[in-house]
């Protein structure tokens, strides 16, 4: 079946762990095209064009922010993607970011809405990444990448791009929550941004899930992305993730949050983040749930 985005897909990979706590997830881009990622869109009739690597960001050593945990690099990754993903969008390309830590998606979102000035964001996470250096337990960035698309937080994320906020919490949706920190619960509320936690997920069902999650996200809106960390997938299915959170989604589930946007038609940009094969098992399970998570994005059917 032929994939129903129309636009030419390119690759950006990430080699980025920096903003996590847990180091490997540089090799999460590499691991996805050597377990054959392009040949895998490539059968679905998916044509391919940009595949650009961003340049590892070495560890500069000191810490200039104590609750921002390697925020000079995490700031340079983020550059350099937004600058990347932007060029992507001017020529109608659809951007397909392969990370990395999720506090990349700061420089994917910065450079999609240099084009997309009312875009919805789909977050399928385990975690909400709505925290900011004063609500962090960790001082991690990857656990702030949303807040500070929403104008929250530091400066100068905030602002990356040159636009703030870039995204409005009425066209976000987050999928799969399990683990919110107390801050991010009230913020989730005080924003009403729509969150269909693990527990909203098992009493409706999946399907209706997503029907209500597309139609919010594209509502009033000129672009959708797709933003998913591979840790809101269950551990006995992706263990290879730094995050791991016990009774996550399940793997039709997973699979049925692809097929359903496929179908819908209306994503504009995606990204998948925090797959680590330095912890997965000997048969890098989690690397090829990945894959095949993204062959259903992009088409691929059971019959």
Request: proline share 5%; glycine share 10%.
């Amino acid at each position: 079946m032929l994939a129903t985005i129309k636009q030419t897909i390119s690759l950006i990979s990430v080699p980025f762990d920096l903003g996590a706590g847990k180091r490997g997830v540089t090799q999460g881009p590499n691991a996805l095209l050597r377990e054959g990622l392009k040949d895998a869109l490539q059968r679905l009739d998916v044509e391919i064009g940009h595949d650009h690597a961003l340049p590892e960001i070495p560890f500069a050593g000191e810490q200039a922010h104590p609750h921002l945990k390697h925020y000079k690099e995490v700031l340079e990754v983020n550059r350099l993607l937004a600058q990347s993903v932007s060029d992507l969008v001017e020529t109608n390309q659809f951007p397909l970011v392969l990370g990395g830590d999720h506090s990349i998606a700061i420089g994917t979102i910065a450079g999609l809405t240099q084009r997309y000035q009312n875009m919805g964001v789909i977050w399928v996470d385990a975690h909400g990444d709505l925290n900011t250096q004063d609500t962090s337990p960790s001082g991690n960035i990857h656990g702030m990448s949303l807040a500070a698309s929403l104008g929250l937080g530091d400066g100068e994320l905030v602002n990356l791009g040159g636009r703030a906020p870039k995204i409005r919490p009425e066209h976000v949706v987050l999928i799969g929550a399990r683990d919110l920190d107390q801050g991010e619960r009230s913020l989730i509320r005080e924003l009403g941004i729509t969150c269909f936690t693990m527990h909203d997920i098992d009493n409706l069902g999946i399907s209706n899930v997503m029907k209500q999650a597309i139609e919010i996200a594209s509502r009033g809106t000129d672009g959708v992305h797709l933003s998913f960390d591979i840790d809101s997938v269950d551990p006995q299915e992706a263990p290879g993730t730094g995050t791991p959170v016990k009774g996550g989604l399940n793997y039709r589930e997973a699979h049925m949050i692809m097929e359903l946007l496929h179908q819908s038609g209306v994503l504009t940009s995606a990204e998948l983040v925090e797959v680590n094969p330095t912890i997965d098992d000997p048969d890098q399970k989690t690397t090829k749930l990945a894959i095949e998570l993204l062959e259903s994005l992009f088409g691929k059917r059971i019959l």
